[in-house]
Protein backbone atom coordinates (compact mmCIF):
# COMPACT_ATOMS: atom_id res chain seq x y z
CA UNK A 1 0.00 0.00 0.00
CA UNK A 2 0.94 3.89 -0.46
CA UNK A 3 0.33 4.51 3.07
CA UNK A 4 3.42 2.28 3.80
CA UNK A 5 6.68 4.61 2.38
CA UNK A 6 3.93 7.99 3.56
CA UNK A 7 4.47 6.66 7.42
CA UNK A 8 8.03 6.17 7.10
CA UNK A 9 8.64 9.76 5.27
CA UNK A 10 6.27 10.98 8.47
CA UNK A 11 9.20 10.76 10.48
CA UNK A 12 10.29 14.01 9.57
CA UNK A 13 7.45 15.63 11.52
CA UNK A 14 8.84 14.77 14.96
CA UNK A 15 12.27 15.09 13.44
CA UNK A 16 11.39 19.33 12.53
CA UNK A 17 9.70 19.84 15.77
CA UNK A 18 12.61 18.95 17.33
CA UNK A 19 14.94 21.43 15.63
CA UNK A 20 12.74 24.23 16.37
CA UNK A 21 11.83 23.13 19.74
CA UNK A 22 15.89 23.87 20.47
CA UNK A 23 16.21 27.23 18.34
CA UNK A 24 12.75 28.28 19.39
CA UNK A 25 14.59 31.36 20.62
CA UNK A 26 15.86 32.62 17.10
CA UNK A 27 13.24 31.83 14.90
CA UNK A 28 12.88 34.73 12.21
CA UNK A 29 8.51 34.29 11.74
CA UNK A 30 5.88 33.88 14.54
CA UNK A 31 5.48 30.33 15.66
CA UNK A 32 1.76 30.33 14.23
CA UNK A 33 3.22 31.10 10.80
CA UNK A 34 6.04 28.29 11.43
CA UNK A 35 3.18 25.66 11.70
CA UNK A 36 1.20 27.14 8.61
CA UNK A 37 4.21 27.11 6.43
CA UNK A 38 5.94 23.45 7.60
CA UNK A 39 2.84 21.51 8.36
CA UNK A 40 1.59 21.44 4.69
CA UNK A 41 5.33 21.49 3.35
CA UNK A 42 5.98 18.32 4.99
CA UNK A 43 2.83 16.52 4.52
CA UNK A 44 3.64 17.54 0.90
CA UNK A 45 7.01 15.93 1.12
CA UNK A 46 5.60 12.88 2.98
CA UNK A 47 2.87 12.26 0.03
CA UNK A 48 5.04 12.93 -3.00
CA UNK A 49 8.38 10.53 -1.44
CA UNK A 50 5.63 7.93 -0.50
CA UNK A 51 4.30 8.32 -3.92
CA UNK A 52 7.93 7.81 -5.69
CA UNK A 53 9.01 5.46 -3.55
CA UNK A 54 5.91 3.74 -4.26
CA UNK A 55 5.90 3.95 -8.01
CA UNK A 56 9.82 3.14 -8.10
CA UNK A 57 9.49 0.39 -5.78
CA UNK A 58 12.48 2.47 -3.88
CA UNK A 59 13.39 2.03 -0.37
CA UNK A 60 12.91 5.23 1.86
CA UNK A 61 16.31 5.36 2.16
CA UNK A 62 17.14 6.03 -1.14
CA UNK A 63 14.70 8.98 -1.43
CA UNK A 64 15.08 10.64 2.27
CA UNK A 65 18.59 11.47 2.44
CA UNK A 66 18.06 13.65 -0.90
CA UNK A 67 14.85 15.74 0.14
CA UNK A 68 16.88 16.78 3.43
CA UNK A 69 18.94 18.61 1.65
CA UNK A 70 16.88 21.29 1.06
CA UNK A 71 14.79 20.79 4.16
CA UNK A 72 18.44 21.63 5.66
CA UNK A 73 18.37 24.69 3.76
CA UNK A 74 14.92 25.93 4.59
CA UNK A 75 15.56 25.39 8.44
CA UNK A 76 18.69 27.63 8.13
CA UNK A 77 16.89 30.32 6.71
CA UNK A 78 14.22 30.02 9.63
CA UNK A 79 16.32 30.40 12.26
CA UNK A 80 18.24 33.71 12.92
CA UNK A 81 21.50 31.16 13.98
CA UNK A 82 24.70 30.91 11.97
CA UNK A 83 25.14 28.50 9.49
CA UNK A 84 27.22 26.43 10.94
CA UNK A 85 24.71 26.28 14.48
CA UNK A 86 21.85 25.50 12.33
CA UNK A 87 23.25 22.71 10.49
CA UNK A 88 24.55 21.17 13.68
CA UNK A 89 21.40 20.98 14.76
CA UNK A 90 19.97 19.91 11.99
CA UNK A 91 22.94 16.98 12.04
CA UNK A 92 22.01 16.34 15.64
CA UNK A 93 18.46 15.53 15.58
CA UNK A 94 19.05 13.37 12.02
CA UNK A 95 21.65 11.40 13.44
CA UNK A 96 19.65 10.43 16.90
CA UNK A 97 16.43 9.79 15.07
CA UNK A 98 18.37 7.81 12.36
CA UNK A 99 19.37 5.25 15.44
CA UNK A 100 15.75 4.54 16.23
CA UNK A 101 15.47 0.79 15.28
CA UNK A 102 12.10 -0.48 17.46
CA UNK A 103 9.94 -0.27 14.55
CA UNK A 104 12.13 -2.06 12.39
CA UNK A 105 12.68 -5.39 14.69
CA UNK A 106 9.17 -5.16 15.92
CA UNK A 107 8.03 -5.62 12.36
CA UNK A 108 10.21 -7.74 11.38
CA UNK A 109 8.73 -10.38 14.42
CA UNK A 110 4.83 -9.02 13.73
CA UNK A 111 5.07 -9.62 10.09
CA UNK A 112 7.64 -11.58 8.69
CA UNK A 113 5.63 -12.12 5.57
CA UNK A 114 6.51 -8.56 4.59
CA UNK A 115 7.88 -8.77 1.39
CA UNK A 116 7.90 -4.96 0.54
CA UNK A 117 10.83 -2.75 1.01
CA UNK A 118 9.02 -0.64 3.67
CA UNK A 119 7.43 -1.10 7.30
CA UNK A 120 4.16 -2.42 7.30
CA UNK A 121 1.19 0.26 8.04
CA UNK A 122 1.85 -1.12 11.82
CA UNK A 123 5.41 -0.80 11.72
CA UNK A 124 5.30 2.43 10.63
CA UNK A 125 3.22 4.29 13.35
CA UNK A 126 5.63 2.65 15.62
CA UNK A 127 7.77 4.32 13.79
CA UNK A 128 6.23 7.33 13.95
CA UNK A 129 5.37 7.22 17.40
CA UNK A 130 8.94 6.43 18.46
CA UNK A 131 10.14 9.57 17.11
CA UNK A 132 7.62 11.64 19.49
CA UNK A 133 8.69 9.57 22.07
CA UNK A 134 12.38 10.33 21.38
CA UNK A 135 11.10 13.77 21.50
CA UNK A 136 9.74 13.66 24.89
CA UNK A 137 13.03 12.03 26.12
CA UNK A 138 15.48 14.92 24.84
CA UNK A 139 12.80 17.84 25.71
CA UNK A 140 14.91 19.22 28.55
CA UNK A 141 17.90 18.85 26.97
CA UNK A 142 16.64 20.24 23.87
CA UNK A 143 14.74 23.64 25.51
CA UNK A 144 17.81 23.78 28.14
CA UNK A 145 21.45 22.46 27.00
CA UNK A 146 20.66 23.01 23.49
CA UNK A 147 19.58 26.40 23.74
CA UNK A 148 22.17 27.18 26.64
CA UNK A 149 24.79 26.36 23.97
CA UNK A 150 23.21 28.06 20.83
CA UNK A 151 23.37 31.51 23.16
CA UNK A 152 26.95 31.74 23.32
CA UNK A 153 28.88 33.01 20.98
CA UNK A 154 32.37 31.69 22.23
CA UNK A 155 32.30 28.22 21.17
CA UNK A 156 32.36 28.88 17.40
CA UNK A 157 35.42 26.56 16.66
CA UNK A 158 33.85 23.77 18.85
CA UNK A 159 30.84 23.42 15.86
CA UNK A 160 33.51 23.42 13.49
CA UNK A 161 34.04 19.46 14.30
CA UNK A 162 30.69 18.79 15.80
CA UNK A 163 28.97 17.64 12.70
CA UNK A 164 31.63 15.09 11.96
CA UNK A 165 30.12 11.95 14.65
CA UNK A 166 26.55 12.78 13.50
CA UNK A 167 27.04 12.51 10.11
CA UNK A 168 29.19 9.69 10.50
CA UNK A 169 26.15 7.82 12.60
CA UNK A 170 23.79 8.82 9.75
CA UNK A 171 25.90 6.89 7.27
CA UNK A 172 26.29 3.76 9.87
CA UNK A 173 22.76 3.44 9.98
CA UNK A 174 21.45 4.09 6.55
CA UNK A 175 24.30 1.24 5.76
CA UNK A 176 22.95 -0.72 8.76
CA UNK A 177 19.60 -0.13 7.15
CA UNK A 178 21.26 -1.80 3.67
CA UNK A 179 22.09 -4.93 5.46
CA UNK A 180 18.80 -5.03 7.80
CA UNK A 181 16.87 -7.59 5.35
CA UNK A 182 20.12 -10.12 6.03
CA UNK A 183 20.17 -9.12 9.82
CA UNK A 184 17.13 -10.03 10.55
CA UNK A 185 16.88 -13.42 8.89
CA UNK A 186 17.28 -15.33 12.21
CA UNK A 187 16.47 -14.54 15.56
CA UNK A 188 20.50 -14.20 16.99
CA UNK A 189 21.45 -11.90 13.74
CA UNK A 190 17.97 -9.67 15.39
CA UNK A 191 19.13 -9.95 18.54
CA UNK A 192 22.74 -8.43 17.08
CA UNK A 193 20.86 -5.84 15.17
CA UNK A 194 18.95 -4.92 17.98
CA UNK A 195 22.28 -4.54 20.43
CA UNK A 196 24.05 -2.98 17.96
CA UNK A 197 21.60 -0.02 17.11
CA UNK A 198 21.39 0.70 20.93
CA UNK A 199 24.76 0.92 21.38
CA UNK A 200 24.79 3.34 18.85
CA UNK A 201 22.23 5.15 20.65
CA UNK A 202 23.90 5.32 23.48
CA UNK A 203 27.09 6.45 22.21
CA UNK A 204 25.76 8.97 20.52
CA UNK A 205 24.05 10.60 23.42
CA UNK A 206 26.90 9.89 25.34
CA UNK A 207 28.92 12.61 22.82
CA UNK A 208 26.42 14.83 22.89
CA UNK A 209 26.54 15.08 26.76
CA UNK A 210 30.60 15.24 26.59
CA UNK A 211 30.25 17.95 24.12
CA UNK A 212 27.90 19.90 25.87
CA UNK A 213 30.17 19.98 29.08
CA UNK A 214 33.33 20.46 27.08
CA UNK A 215 31.45 23.53 25.02
CA UNK A 216 30.00 25.02 28.14
CA UNK A 217 33.59 24.67 29.76
CA UNK A 218 34.95 26.48 27.06
CA UNK A 219 32.31 29.73 26.62
CA UNK A 220 33.00 29.52 31.18
CA UNK A 221 36.12 30.48 30.33
CA UNK A 222 36.00 32.99 27.51
CA UNK A 223 33.16 34.40 29.30
CA UNK A 224 35.52 34.60 32.07
CA UNK A 225 38.30 35.85 29.91
CA UNK A 226 36.22 38.44 28.40
CA UNK A 227 35.34 40.20 31.88
CA UNK A 228 38.90 40.15 32.97
CA UNK A 229 39.70 41.93 29.59
CA UNK A 230 36.92 44.47 30.80
CA UNK A 231 38.09 44.40 33.76
CA UNK A 232 41.71 45.70 33.25
CA UNK A 233 40.27 47.62 30.42
CA UNK A 234 38.06 49.94 32.93
CA UNK A 235 41.09 49.71 35.29
CA UNK A 236 43.60 51.41 32.59
CA UNK A 237 40.53 54.31 31.66
CA UNK A 238 39.87 54.88 35.09
CA UNK A 239 43.99 55.88 35.79
CA UNK A 240 43.86 57.68 33.28
CA UNK A 241 41.07 59.94 33.85
CA UNK A 242 42.27 60.30 37.54
CA UNK A 243 44.90 61.55 36.64
CA UNK A 244 43.02 63.91 34.71
CA UNK A 245 41.27 64.89 37.60
CA UNK A 246 43.91 65.49 39.78
CA UNK A 247 45.30 67.87 37.31
CA UNK A 248 42.32 69.50 37.44
CA UNK A 249 42.43 70.01 40.86
CA UNK A 250 45.90 70.84 41.33
CA UNK A 251 45.22 73.74 38.35
CA UNK A 252 42.36 74.79 40.81
CA UNK A 253 44.28 74.97 43.87
CA UNK A 254 47.21 76.80 42.52
CA UNK A 255 45.22 79.05 40.21
CA UNK A 256 45.04 81.82 43.22
CA UNK A 257 49.18 81.63 43.46
CA UNK A 258 49.44 82.42 39.78
CA UNK A 259 46.99 85.27 39.89
CA UNK A 260 49.44 86.52 42.64
CA UNK A 261 52.25 85.81 40.47
CA UNK A 262 50.76 87.34 37.47
CA UNK A 263 49.84 90.52 39.68
CA UNK A 264 53.63 90.80 40.86
CA UNK A 265 54.55 90.53 37.33
CA UNK A 266 51.96 93.32 36.57
CA UNK A 267 53.13 95.77 39.08
CA UNK A 268 56.79 95.39 38.09
CA UNK A 269 55.88 96.11 34.35
CA UNK A 270 57.63 92.93 33.46
CA UNK A 271 55.67 92.27 30.33
CA UNK A 272 57.59 90.35 28.73
CA UNK A 273 58.31 88.07 31.91
CA UNK A 274 54.12 88.35 31.74
CA UNK A 275 53.67 86.99 28.86
CA UNK A 276 55.97 84.22 29.14
CA UNK A 277 53.96 83.10 32.19
CA UNK A 278 50.79 83.20 30.60
CA UNK A 279 51.97 81.05 27.80
CA UNK A 280 52.95 78.57 30.20
CA UNK A 281 50.26 78.63 32.70
CA UNK A 282 47.91 78.37 29.66
CA UNK A 283 50.21 75.58 28.48
CA UNK A 284 49.54 73.75 32.24
CA UNK A 285 45.69 73.92 32.59
CA UNK A 286 43.62 70.93 31.72
CA UNK A 287 41.70 71.43 28.08
CA UNK A 288 38.59 70.70 30.07
CA UNK A 289 34.97 72.32 31.33
CA UNK A 290 34.42 72.60 35.21
CA UNK A 291 31.43 73.07 37.43
CA UNK A 292 28.68 70.65 35.04
CA UNK A 293 27.91 68.59 38.19
CA UNK A 294 28.79 68.17 41.78
CA UNK A 295 30.79 64.97 41.70
CA UNK A 296 34.69 65.67 40.43
CA UNK A 297 35.11 62.68 38.83
CA UNK A 298 32.21 62.80 36.71
CA UNK A 299 32.75 66.34 36.28
CA UNK A 300 36.08 65.74 35.08
CA UNK A 301 35.37 62.98 32.11
CA UNK A 302 32.15 65.73 31.00
CA UNK A 303 34.35 68.60 30.98
CA UNK A 304 37.32 66.93 28.83
CA UNK A 305 34.84 65.65 26.29
CA UNK A 306 32.80 69.11 26.76
CA UNK A 307 35.92 70.50 25.33
CA UNK A 308 37.02 67.53 22.70
CA UNK A 309 33.60 68.21 21.51
CA UNK A 310 34.03 71.82 20.84
CA UNK A 311 37.54 71.40 19.29
CA UNK A 312 35.43 68.92 16.67
CA UNK A 313 32.78 71.16 16.18
CA UNK A 314 30.28 69.50 17.58
CA UNK A 315 28.01 71.11 19.90
CA UNK A 316 27.75 69.52 23.85
CA UNK A 317 24.57 69.62 25.53
CA UNK A 318 24.97 68.73 28.86
CA UNK A 319 22.36 68.09 31.63
CA UNK A 320 24.09 66.28 35.00
CA UNK A 321 22.02 66.20 38.61
CA UNK A 322 24.68 63.80 39.88
CA UNK A 323 25.69 64.33 44.08
CA UNK A 324 28.93 64.41 45.28
CA UNK A 325 28.27 61.07 46.77
CA UNK A 326 27.10 58.72 43.83
CA UNK A 327 24.95 55.57 45.32
CA UNK A 328 27.36 53.91 42.34
CA UNK A 329 30.79 52.99 42.05
CA UNK A 330 32.33 55.80 40.65
CA UNK A 331 35.00 54.38 38.77
CA UNK A 332 32.02 52.20 37.08
CA UNK A 333 30.27 55.71 35.77
CA UNK A 334 33.42 57.43 34.84
CA UNK A 335 34.21 54.26 32.48
CA UNK A 336 30.69 54.14 30.89
CA UNK A 337 30.46 57.45 31.00
CA UNK A 338 33.66 57.70 28.91
CA UNK A 339 32.44 54.88 26.71
CA UNK A 340 29.17 56.30 25.73
CA UNK A 341 30.71 59.91 24.98
CA UNK A 342 33.60 58.56 23.08
CA UNK A 343 31.24 56.28 20.60
CA UNK A 344 29.52 59.35 20.32
CA UNK A 345 32.23 61.64 19.48
CA UNK A 346 33.61 59.22 16.81
CA UNK A 347 29.91 58.89 15.29
CA UNK A 348 29.78 62.37 15.05
CA UNK A 349 32.77 62.79 12.82
CA UNK A 350 31.22 60.91 10.34
CA UNK A 351 28.41 63.47 10.30
CA UNK A 352 27.59 66.09 7.58
CA UNK A 353 24.90 67.73 8.88
CA UNK A 354 24.08 69.00 12.75
CA UNK A 355 26.51 67.19 14.60
CA UNK A 356 25.34 67.04 19.07
CA UNK A 357 25.98 65.24 21.81
CA UNK A 358 22.77 65.52 23.78
CA UNK A 359 24.43 63.93 27.97
CA UNK A 360 21.63 63.68 30.61
CA UNK A 361 22.31 62.08 33.90
CA UNK A 362 20.21 61.63 37.31
CA UNK A 363 19.87 59.58 40.29
CA UNK A 364 16.64 57.86 40.50
CA UNK A 365 15.38 56.38 44.14
CA UNK A 366 18.70 55.52 46.40
CA UNK A 367 20.54 52.84 44.47
CA UNK A 368 19.95 53.82 40.40
CA UNK A 369 22.09 56.44 38.15
CA UNK A 370 19.84 56.86 34.72
CA UNK A 371 22.45 57.83 31.86
CA UNK A 372 21.19 58.89 28.15
CA UNK A 373 23.59 60.13 25.61
CA UNK A 374 22.12 60.41 22.27
CA UNK A 375 23.87 61.56 19.46
CA UNK A 376 23.86 61.47 15.03
CA UNK A 377 25.20 59.07 13.18
CA UNK A 378 25.48 58.24 9.30
CA UNK A 379 26.17 54.97 7.27
CA UNK A 380 25.28 51.52 8.98
CA UNK A 381 25.68 50.43 12.21
CA UNK A 382 27.24 46.59 11.85
CA UNK A 383 25.37 44.78 14.98
CA UNK A 384 26.19 40.60 14.87
CA UNK A 385 24.75 38.73 17.41
CA UNK A 386 23.79 41.37 19.48
CA UNK A 387 27.10 42.88 19.32
CA UNK A 388 27.92 46.21 18.01
CA UNK A 389 30.92 45.99 15.89
CA UNK A 390 33.69 49.05 15.56
CA UNK A 391 33.38 50.88 12.48
CA UNK A 392 36.91 52.32 13.26
CA UNK A 393 40.02 50.81 11.17
CA UNK A 394 40.96 47.85 13.60
CA UNK A 395 38.90 48.69 16.25
CA UNK A 396 37.10 46.12 18.30
CA UNK A 397 33.59 47.26 19.55
CA UNK A 398 34.56 46.64 22.74
CA UNK A 399 33.07 49.85 24.19
CA UNK A 400 29.78 49.39 24.30
CA UNK A 401 30.09 45.59 25.19
CA UNK A 402 32.10 47.07 28.33
CA UNK A 403 29.38 49.31 28.89
CA UNK A 404 26.63 46.69 28.85
CA UNK A 405 28.83 44.72 31.00
CA UNK A 406 29.03 47.63 33.76
CA UNK A 407 25.34 48.27 33.91
CA UNK A 408 24.30 44.24 34.32
CA UNK A 409 26.71 43.28 36.19
CA UNK A 410 24.71 44.67 40.03
CA UNK A 411 21.73 44.15 38.58
CA UNK A 412 20.72 47.24 35.91
CA UNK A 413 20.28 46.73 32.12
CA UNK A 414 21.37 49.15 29.34
CA UNK A 415 19.40 49.88 25.67
CA UNK A 416 21.02 50.98 22.69
CA UNK A 417 18.37 52.33 19.74
CA UNK A 418 19.28 53.45 16.46
CA UNK A 419 17.11 54.67 14.02
CA UNK A 420 16.92 57.56 11.37
CA UNK A 421 20.29 58.85 12.02
CA UNK A 422 19.92 58.77 15.67
CA UNK A 423 22.01 56.56 18.26
CA UNK A 424 20.68 56.45 21.94
CA UNK A 425 21.83 55.00 24.50
CA UNK A 426 19.83 54.27 27.93
CA UNK A 427 22.26 52.96 31.14
CA UNK A 428 20.79 52.36 34.77
CA UNK A 429 23.46 51.19 36.77
CA UNK A 430 22.61 49.80 40.30
CA UNK A 431 24.16 50.43 43.42
CA UNK A 432 24.17 46.77 44.38
CA UNK A 433 22.19 45.19 47.15
Given at each position: M ?12 P ?7 A ?33 L ?44 S ?11 G?T ?15 G ?21 ED ?51 L ?7 V ?17 H ?14 E ?10 Q ?6 L ?8 L ?23 V ?16 D ?15 M ?17 R ?11 A ?16 S ?14 P ?40
Amino acid sequence: MMIQPILEFAIMFPAAFLCFLATAEHLKIRVRTLVLITVPTLTLMCVAGGAVCWYLWWPVRYLLPPMLVPAAAAFCRLVDLPAWKSISVFLAVGAALSCLSLSVILDAVLFPGNTTPWLSPVGGLIDFAQGWALVALVWYPATHAARSLLRTEDVERSYYVFWILPTAFVLVNLYLLYLKDSLLLNEQLMGLYALLCLVLMGLLLLFYLLFYLVARELGHNAQLRQKNQFLHMQTAQYEVLRTAIEETRRARHDMRHQFNALSALADRGAWEELKRYLAEVSASVPNAELGLCKNQAVDGVAGRYAALSRQSGVDFQCRLELPADLPVGEMELCVALQNLLENALDANRNVQGQRYIRLRACVHGDRLVLLTVENPYSGEIVRKNDVFQSTKPGGTGIGLQSVAHIAEKNGGYCKFSYGDGIFTANVLLHGGP
